[in-house]
């Protein structure tokens, strides 16, 4: 099978959501070896996860190696050029919802030996410290626009030319950055496929007393970041970053 765009971002977004949320399930999950390793351990996991989702998905066809829909859309913005935005998000969703899959078969005994809710969710999709919707959405809005200015920072001529390899590295630790220092409030999903696409699979998967997908929450996560991106998509075009 040839490489592509399409079959980049899909397995980019797979391995990108199998880390992630691995790690977290390591972590909230009963009887792992990380159970309660705490919050450093998973925006570390998360940040390794996103560097090595780049690489992989670079592997197989994606030079852009986007693994969001919200960065996809923050470029369309920036470039004027949206011809990407449709196999791209259609990849991603299935990439994050096939990653959910193997998380949930990885740690397959570990969610009848947990007995709360709340914590099954958590694995698979994010969810607020606090449930204030209009703060909660400024969250994954400022979140993703850090991102997106990240991102264009990372990129940026004014750096001069960079060293091969070295950009996923440097995106691994903006994402670190972001969930030390603003995750705390939602999860900082700042990426509607990795919320969508696993809350997706936590609603058909048969996972012993799951109990809610929490639908009512999930337009968060999504919106928030999209906005966030476009947002950042005009301060890239505006400032020509």
């Known amino acids: 099978m040839q490489t592509s765009p399409f079959l980049g971002e899909l397995i980019g977004t797979m391995v990108l959501l199998l880390l992630g949320n691995g790690v977290v399930a390591n972590v909230v999950l009963k009887q792992t070896k990380g159970e309660n390793a705490g919050w450093i351990v998973i925006t570390t996991g998360w940040a390794f996860a996103v560097t090595i989702g780049v690489f992989v998905a670079k592997a197989f066809g994606s030079i852009d190696a986007h693994l969001s829909p919200a960065v996809t859309l923050a ?4 470039t004027d050029d949206y011809s990407k935005i449709p196999s791209y998000f259609l990849a991603q969703m299935i990439g994050a919802f096939l990653g959910a899959i193997l998380v949930w078969l990885h740690h397959l005994p570990h969610w009848a030996a947990t007995p709360d809710p709340g914590s099954k969710l958590a694995c698979f999709s994010t969810g607020p410290a606090i449930r204030n919707y209009g703060a909660n959405f400024l969250s994954e809005a400022l979140g993703t626009i850090v991102l997106i ?3 264009a920072g990372i990129s940026s001529k004014g750096l001069g030319q960079m060293a091969v390899g070295v950009g996923p590295y440097l995106v691994g630790v903006l994402v670190w950055s972001i969930g030390l220092s603003l995750g705390g409030t939602t999860g900082y ?3 509607p496929a990795r919320d969508l696409g696993p ?3 936590h609603a058909v998967l048969p996972i012993p007393g ?3 997908s929490d639908w009512g ?15 950042g998509g005009l301060l890239i075009a505006w400032y020509k970053l």
């Open 149 to 151: 200015l990240g991102l």
């Open 189 to 191: 999903a700042i990426n």
């Open 75 to 78: 470029f369309a913005v920036a």
């Open 217 to 231: 929450y999930a337009w968060v996560p999504v919106l928030g970041p999209l906005v966030g991106a476009a947002i």
């Open 199 to 201: 809350r997706l699979a």
């Open 210 to 212: 799951k109990g809610s």
